[in-house]
């Protein structure tokens, strides 16, 4: 996209950390701005910090899990603003992997693939035949390294499934011809409240009662807390997004040092050698 004045953003998981960030940045850029989420007060709170500047903005309740919801969203974004051109797949959660030793539950596997995954395919589904109708557009996922580095949890799972499909839309030929721009984010460790995604969990999907967390998963949540906290400003991310959209640059990365962690994967696989181990954020 050449410009972002006067057109319009929907993002996705918009009332906290990085889409959040996304939004005031669409809005700086003169965008109008639709927010969903599924966490009422923090939207509100969110939507009315970008009224504030004198931005136009508005909130819909979203649970992205629920394709009719993102229908719904899709609709109200165009009833307010009369077309999309720029939509962020944004909201995700991350589980909380292993309890007490034990693999991750089913239903841990339901939820995380619900929302990372179902959430991304959703706002395809519902967006895409619009974005292509009009034209001068961008669509971004968010993705995560962990779509990169191996591991046996529900969120690397939905990761990696989101940058293979934002990988191949980047070649869709109906996207290109419309030209509308994908981008697909992986950011490394960023500051935000993803470590506490446990607070939208739904009931059907709580961890079995009773289970007992292991020192070493006790460690394992400890660090991740502490790198989150250290990680980037959501803002800085939303920087660059907002230049990618720009640029049309479909790799939007963090941290450069973790992607050169990746090189001995890719060696690997190009020897056909067994993998090596490697650990996300080495
Ligand atoms: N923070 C990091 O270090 C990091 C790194 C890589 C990728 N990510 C990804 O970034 C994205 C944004 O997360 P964040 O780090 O800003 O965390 P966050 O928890 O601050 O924001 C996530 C938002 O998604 C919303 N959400 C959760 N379930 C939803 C649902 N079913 N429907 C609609 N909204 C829902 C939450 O309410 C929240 O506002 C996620 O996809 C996450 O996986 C985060």
């Given at each position: 996209m050449e410009s972002l004045q006067g057109k319009t953003a929907v993002v996705t998981g918009?009332?906290?950390g990085m889409g959040r960030a996304f939004a005031e940045r669409f809005a700086r850029a003169g965008m109008n701005v639709v927010l969903a989420d599924v966490e009422a007060p923090k939207l509100d709170e969110a939507v009315a910090a970008i009224v504030a500047t004198g931005a136009e903005a508005i909130g819909v309740i979203t649970d992205v899990t629920d394709g009719a919801a993102v229908d719904r969203l899709r609709d109200a974004a165009i009833e307010r603003f009369g077309r999309v051109h720029v939509l962020c797949n944004n909201a995700g959660v991350a589980g909380t992997g292993p309890s007490g030793g034990k693999f991750v539950t089913e239903a841990e596997w339901r939820w995380v693939l619900d929302v990372n995954l179902w959430g991304v395919i959703h706002g395809h589904r519902a967006f895409l035949p619009h974005l292509v109708e009009h034209g001068d557009g961008h669509i971004v996922n968010t993705a995560s390294m962990a779509g990169h580095f191996p591991g046996h949890s529900a969120y690397t799972a939905s990761k990696w499934a989101v940058v293979g499909i934002t990988e191949g839309l980047f070649h869709d030929p109906q996207l290109r011809a419309a030209g509308v721009g994908v981008s697909c984010l992986c950011p490394g460790?960023?500051?935000?409240?993803?470590?506490?995604?446990?607070?939208?969990?739904p009931e059907w999907a709580a961890?079995?009662?009773?289970v007992e967390r292991t020192p070493m998963e006790e460690m394992m949540e400890a660090y991740v807390r502490d790198q989150l906290r250290s990680g980037m400003d959501p803002a800085a991310v939303a920087e660059l997004v907002h230049d990618a959209i720009l640029t049309n640059r479909f790799w939007v990365f963090t941290d450069m040092q973790m992607v050169e962690g990746l090189r001995p994967r890719f060696e690997a696989v190009l020897a056909a050698e067994n993998p090596p181990t490697m650990g996300f954020g080495d």
């Open positions: 918009a009332g906290s460790w960023v500051n935000t409240a993803i470590a506490d995604s446990a607070r939208n969990r961890p079995t009662l009773g």
